[in-house]
């Protein structure tokens, strides 16, 4: 059975860091992956996303530069080292996988067959 479960939320003050990890059990260098958030009251967005191999990374205009996804396929793990934290940044964050995605698709939601639960997010200011 799939499971897919993030972890390292928390709260932190502006301009603090955090690293949010995902544990994936599924064969997981067959599937690239992302980050997806959601703050209260608003649409679930694109954060983040990375190939199977690492080959390619994508980020959302907002947290580029600030944010960075990585993964390490021997530990079936997915991260996203959040720095310069801001509180626009408050959010569930989610992990995804998807095996079909690519330079064109990678922020759909509809690209990722498999989601976590979400860890939260909050930003002080």
């Known amino acids: 059975q799939v499971q897919v479960v993030e972890s390292g939320g928390g709260l932190v003050q502006a301009g603090g860091s955090l690293r949010l990890s995902c544990v994936a059990r599924l064969t997981f260098g067959n599937y690239a992956m992302g980050w997806f958030r959601q703050a209260p009251g608003k649409e679930r967005e694109f954060v983040a996303a990375?190939?199977?191999?690492?080959?390619?990374?994508y980020y959302a205009d907002s947290v580029k530069g600030r944010f960075t996804i990585s993964r390490d396929n021997a530990l079936s793990t997915l991260y996203l080292q959040m720095n310069s934290l801001k509180p626009e940044d408050t959010a569930v964050y989610y992990c995804?996988?998807?095996?079909?995605?690519?330079?064109?698709?990678?922020?759909?939601?509809?690209?990722?067959?498999?989601w976590g639960q979400g860890t939260s997010v909050t930003v002080s200011s």
């Open positions: 995804a996988a998807g095996a079909l995605l690519n330079s064109d698709n990678y922020h759909y939601r509809r690209t990722y067959a498999f």
């Open positions: 990375i190939t199977r191999s690492s080959s390619s990374t």
